[in-house]
């Protein structure tokens, strides 16, 4: 890829520049696509709280609030509607009977499970529809974009 003209950019930053946007867009696209394959009858923010909530066991309202990257007063609302509805159960701390915990309900944890399985297999069958070749270059990349996941910020 060349050098824009007037640039003092490398040709290197350029190029990461641009796999960085396209890359961005693909993820959030892919996200997006797969938030609507789940079909949870969740809004995104409850899902998502539901899913924290199951992935990483009982928390208090501000480790998921903190989790979640929300408000305190906001993920009070999310895990509300998420009680009422009998997909979380609120509960003591067990050390400290002042805070509250909230774990994934049996209910909660069934409907986690069912969307990704939905989810898993709206992807498998695009997958399935790649060329032997794509497959391969798709594989190949997946552990560079499972690293830029795992890695601390410099």
Partial sequence: MAKRPGSTSSTAEVESSEVASRLRL???????????????????????ALVAIERHGSMTLGELAAH????????????????????????????????????????GRELVVR?????????????????????DRLADALGVIEALGERSEP
Avoid at 71 to 98: F, K, Q, S, W
């Fill in 26 to 48: 693909a993820v959030a696209r892919l996200h997006r696509t797969l938030r609507q394959h789940a079909d949870a009858g969740l809004s995104p923010s409850q899902l998502s």
């Fill in 68 to 107: 979640e990257g929300v408000a305190p007063p906001t993920i009070t609302g999310v895990v509300a509607r998420l009680e009422a509805d009998g997909n979380v159960e609120r509960g003591p701390d067990p050390t400290d009977r002042r805070v509250v915990r909230v774990t994934a309900s049996a209910q």
């Fill in 115 to 135: 969307a990704r399985e939905r989810k898993d297999a709206w992807l498998t069958r695009r997958i399935a529809g790649l060329t032997p070749a794509e497959l």
